[in-house]
């Protein structure tokens, strides 16, 4: 995986030497001796990762990390401290500064590589959600994507750990935050309460159930429910290489033994903050989707959403000569109703007729808003006739009760006019079903309003098709 790192020491021999490292590695390599310059080359070049040497003049490791992270713009960029000072007390400095892990100098090969591939994974995942993101705001939603505090209570971790004394004390201190802990002693327990769902930290001790640990971590990451969650793993002190495989397997964090109660909450606090920012701004993608393919007015379908429907319905019906029938309903002389009672009647009417062709449709039918008062109800598997007589039913269901047009009950009898074309499946495309229902929608209006008239050569009376399978 080639990323862009930026190496950040105010010694440049060690610039050099972690530079060399990463190059043979074919990463990208920016480099800076001070915490100024940092800033301007992370605005300006927006590396993948950052690994910042903590002792600077002028500004602190710390302090820069602290900037980076509270820029809206950069605050998905992992910091790595590296540090000569490998105390406790810097490791929970840093972490209230943001940093996303900590490798000690001299730096062990294995793990840095180990770190950066599983933080420059995990920012191109952020990345990609992200340019969707932005994608979408065209579509003009709105777009505030900082999670809020959820208050801890709510939250569930699920500590995998032998019963003994230190995790009782774990049990205690996350307690003492406000979260709901559950303490699970076998893997095969912890694996049910983890895949049951609704678990936002899974805390692991490395130490149950032998080698499988490694086999639950990589269950957890291969599980829909869980794919996400994320999992801090507690190891000794110097275990490079179980760090480096566990970090491969998709564990987002680790804490060495004998846990520090502060690097536990900051670590702990940090990864839920993560999932609850990636949860956050995949449900905004999933509500960009539905705007994007919806009506604002009515509620209905789109014509986007039309033409990728119809290239699924086709290449699902291929084969058999299946038939699909498509409706064009049009309001008659809707003209008369925005002049006479004005917009915001005439929106009224649209509304419920919407709601009234929803109710008269089967689960496999699909209404759309085609523009203004015009209606398509696409039919899958429906033949001429059959669909003759959907189109009959939803005139009749438009045409027997008037529509309110205010909240004073005012009503307005409202009639529509129905082209119906039919095609193979196979065969037809979609501009052509809505240009052969145009021109039969075309002979209702000559003739006069309120009726359905069918695609000219669709043989509806004389010479019924087959009777085709309804779904
Ligand atoms: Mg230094």
Redesign the pocket.
């Known amino acids: 995986m080639s990323a862009r790192a930026l190496v950040v ?3 440049a021999a ?1 610039v050099r030497l972690l530079e060399a490292k990463l190059l043979v590695e074919y990463y990208e390599v920016l480099t800076a001796n001070d915490g100024a310059t940092v800033l301007e080359i992370v605005a300006e070049s927006m590396p993948d990762i950052v690994l910042l ?5 002028g500004m602190e ?1 710390f302090e820069v990390c602290q900037r980076i992270k509270e820029n809206p713009a950069t605050v998905y960029i992992p910091a790595v401290m590296v540090t ?1 000072l490998s105390e406790v007390s810097g490791r929970v400095k840093g972490l209230e500064a943001g940093a996303d892990a900590f490798l000690t100098k001299p730096v062990n090969d294995l793990a840095l590589f180990a770190r950066i591939r599983s933080l420059v994974r995990l920012k191109r995942a952020i990345d990609e959600w992200r340019a969707r993101e932005f994608t979408f705001t065209q579509f003009g939603l709105n777009n505030t994507i900082a999670p809020e505090d959820t208050d801890p209570s709510m939250l569930q971790v699920l500590l995998v750990a032998d019963e003994y004394g230190p995790s009782q004390r774990i049990v205690d201190t996350l307690s003492e935050e406000g979260y709901s802990v559950e303490h699970s002693t076998s893997i095969d327990d912890a694996t049910i309460k983890a895949l049951d769902g609704d678990v936002h930290l899974i805390l692991v001790d490395d130490r149950v159930g032998g080698n499988d640990v490694l086999r639950f971590c990589s269950q957890l990451r291969s599980s829909g429910v869980t794919r996400h969650s994320p999992i801090l793993i507690m190891l000794d002190d110097g275990d490079t290489e179980r760090l480096a495989k566990v970090l491969d397997l998709g564990v987002n964090d680790y804490l060495k033994r004998p846990v520090n109660k502060n690097e536990l909450t900051a670590r702990a606090k940090t990864q839920i903050r993560r999932k609850q920012f990636e949860d956050n701004l995949s449900q905004q993608y999933e509500k960009s989707l539905t705007v994007a393919v919806t009506d604002s007015l009515t509620g209905l379908y789109n014509r986007r959403y039309l033409e990728t429907l119809f290239e699924e319905l086709s290449s699902d019906l291929r084969g058999g000569g299946k038939p699909i029938s498509l409706l064009i309903m049009d309001v008659d002389h809707f003209k008369a109703v925005n002049d006479d009672h004005g917009h915001a009647a005439g929106d009224e009417v649209l509304r419920g007729l919407a709601q009234r062709v929803l109710s008269g449709i089967r689960g496999f039918d699909t209404a759309i808003r085609l523009g203004g008062e015009e209606f398509v109800m696409l039919m899958p598997n429906v033949d001429g006739r059959s669909a003759v007589i959907a189109a009959n039913r939803l005139r009749e269901m438009i045409d027997v009760t008037p529509f309110e047009i205010d909240d004073k009950g005012q009503t307005l009898k409202v009639t529509m006019s129905i082209g119906v074309a039919t095609g193979a499946a196979d065969e037809i495309g979609l501009n052509d079903l809505l240009e052969r229902a145009d021109q039969a929608l075309y002979t209702v209006k000559n003739g006069g309003p309120n009726r359905v008239e069918v695609a000219d050569d669709l043989p509806v009376d004389s010479d019924p098709l087959p009777e085709a399978a309804r779904a």
């Open positions: 020491d105010d010694i060690n040497d903590v002792m600077m003049p490791g000569a």
